[in-house]
């Protein structure tokens, strides 16, 4: 089916900055939007970037300008950098994508990651 192998996630200090990664993998015939979303505890999770795969991007009112979003087709990977980190963004950071695969081709569907802790703390 299709994987989704999330990295770069860890501990970082406020304001320094942090890169995630997302590779995706399987029988894939053709990603579409890919996206990050986090939860932070007692929350609900919500989105914080999104990307098409004709590189509209969409970003969460509280990390505009802050994280960047984009992706490399010819690796099936979305980056996340993030940078001037803020105690409030530690959360688990999901990667999404939607893809058709070999075996549903006309049917494309939301793939998750496992999700990777992201914590901003002194």
């Known amino acids: 089916q299709v994987q989704l192998v999330e990295s770069g996630g860890g501990l970082v200090q406020p304001g320094g900055s942090l890169r995630l990664s997302c590779a995706a993998s399987g029988s894939i015939f053709r990603l579409y939007a890919m996206g990050w979303y986090r939860q932070a505890p007692g929350k609900q999770r919500e989105l914080v970037a999104t990307i098409t795969n004709g590189g509209s991007t969409n970003y969460a009112d509280s990390v505009r300008g802050r994280f960047t979003i984009s992706r490399d087709n010819a690796k099936n990977t979305v980056y996340l950098q993030m940078n001037s980190l803020k105690p409030e963004d530690t959360a688990v950071y999901y990667c999404?994508?939607?893809?058709?695969?070999?075996?549903?081709?006309?049917?494309?569907?939301?793939?998750w990651g496992q999700g990777t802790q992201v914590t901003v703390s002194s």
């Open positions: 999404n994508a939607e893809v058709a695969t070999v075996q549903a081709i006309i049917y494309p569907r939301d793939y």
